[in-house]
């Protein structure tokens, strides 16, 4: 665990230590460690490519919920800066770095949606309807901070491949400062939330949905390892 990303004591990192196994086959599955080395097989990283554009639809409309369930300004404006993030930024540069694997914009919008990421983006809005805006944001967290801390630890291990790793521009996206800066924001306002929410006395069910999104999300690497 990243503790620059995650610090010690923080209510995300309590989620953490909660959830010992299943963040750890998730921030250290198989398909990590393959992108890691190089030797992912290109059709799992390609498949995963492929669900991760229509699970990024999801992540929109997961926001869009939080507009809805947010009762302070400033919530409201932060979920919607994230929903144009996702729209209008992240989608453009995704669909760019497909293109660099053989994939169109037009052959991911038409792929059938895999049971995994069907799996992990209604869990979240499940939770975030069933919810409040606290519920949905723990939901959120393995995969707006998980991927931060794959990225940073994935950066920083000197046995990860560096030259001729095809994974390398995926790992450095991850490993940047703009998107670490997403994610420290991420577990920032995840603090925030729980302070304002009585997340201390919510902890132990709140537990149970991080680690059932993080279960879900480890599930998604599956998802494109199964596919080969």
């Known amino acids: 665990m990243s503790e620059v990303l995650v610090p010690e004591g923080s209510f995300l990192g309590r989620l953490i230590t909660a ?7 998730y921030i250290a599955h198989p398909f990590v460690a393959g992108m890691a080395d190089g030797t992912l ?40 800066a994230v929903i144009s993030g ?6 453009d540069l995704h669909v ?3 293109a660099g694997w053989g994939l169109t914009e037009a052959e991911m919008a038409a792929l059938p949606e895999d049971p ?5 983006t209604r869990y979240v809005l499940e939770r975030g309807m069933a919810g409040d805006m606290l519920d949905l944001h723990v939901a959120l967290a393995p995969c707006v901070v998980g991927y931060g801390v ?25 490993a940047g400062e703009e998107y670490q800066d997403v994610a420290r924001g991420a577990a920032a306002h995840l603090d925030a939330l729980a302070a304002r929410r009585g997340g201390e006395d919510r902890f132990a069910e709140l537990a149970k949905t991080f680690e059932a999104a993080t279960v879900l999300e ?11």
């Not at 097989?41 to 919920?65: C, M, S, V, W």
């Not at 996702?86 to 989608?91: F, G, K, Q, S």
């Not at 480890?218 to 080969?228: C, H």
């Open 19 to 25: 959830a010992p196994d299943a963040w750890q086959a």
């Open 41 to 80: 097989p290109e059709a799992a990283f390609k498949h995963y490519l492929g669900q991760d554009y229509l699970f990024l639809i999801h992540f929109a409309r997961a926001y869009g919920l939080a507009v809805y369930k947010a009762d302070r300004l400033e919530d409201m404006r932060a979920a919607s």
């Open 86 to 91: 996702i729209l209008d930024v992240e989608m």
């Open 96 to 98: 760019k770095y497909c």
């Open 116 to 120: 995994a990421c069907m799996a992990y």
């Open 150 to 174: 794959i990225g940073a630890q994935l950066a920083a291990d000197p046995a990860t491949k560096r030259d001729g790793n095809p994974y390398l521009a995926w790992i450095e996206m991850y």
């Open 218 to 228: 480890r599930d998604f690497w599956q998802m494109g390892l199964n596919a080969v």
